[in-house]
């Protein structure tokens, strides 16, 4: 009988045990929104660029994937911006060749069209309803995908013998930098649908 209750007692305290330790880890399972944040971009192809240009956010973004997505287009829309005016700046350089001034004309075009289109994406996102929420996730991926294709085709112009060494290197650094911005938005944006599938 002693045993019994001994054996009554041990169970009782391995239960108590049990739930102050599942409940200590309930409260410790919930993410800082860095932490989420960080965890996001881990699905991403550029895990480090996407935590360091968002992690400044994480105040606007808690861990709302919405938010979180809204904030990397719009992160992402800045740095394509400031690109497009870098790039119209650099195709008035004195010296450029004919085929290189071109060439600009061409990448200053397209990069225009990728800023069209992840502000495009930014307006859909912000009237997410949820009767159509997958074709509102169609469209942004569409949008995302077509600002990459522009951002890519933008660099083919300067891949030709003759050009300017110095100036393939400067375009091509901040067209690789947006296009890495943009492709962790897409990640981004095709986790949101799953999660929200």
């Known amino acids: 009988m002693a045993g019994s209750a ?40 550029y895990p480090k660029l996407c935590y360091n240009s968002l ?53 200053v075009e397209l990069l225009r069209d990728a800023v069209e289109e992840i502000r495009k994406s930014i307006d859909e996102l912000s009237h997410d309803k949820q009767s159509n929420f997958r074709l509102m996730i169609n469209d942004v991926q569409t949008w995302v995908s077509a600002a990459m294709t522009d951002e890519s085709t933008c660099t083919d112009g300067f891949e030709e013998n003759g050009m300017n060494g110095s100036l393939k290197t400067a375009v091509n650094g901040r067209i690789v930098h947006i296009a890495q911005m943009t492709s962790n938005a897409l990640a981004l944006i095709n986790n949101y649908g799953v999660l929200h599938g």
């Open 6 to 45: 001994s054996k009554s007692f041990s169970l009782v305290l391995l239960a108590l045990s049990f739930y102050f330790n599942s409940s200590s880890a309930a409260r410790i399972t919930p993410q800082s929104s860095t932490e989420f944040i960080r965890t996001s971009c881990s699905t991403t192809t």
């Open 55 to 107: 992690s400044s956010h994480s105040s606007t973004i808690q861990k709302s994937p919405k938010l979180l997505v809204n904030a990397a287009l719009h992160v992402t829309l800045s740095s394509a911006k400031s690109t497009s005016t870098k790039m119209s700046s650099l195709s008035h350089s004195h010296g450029l060749k004919p085929r290189e001034v071109s060439a600009m004309k061409d990448c």
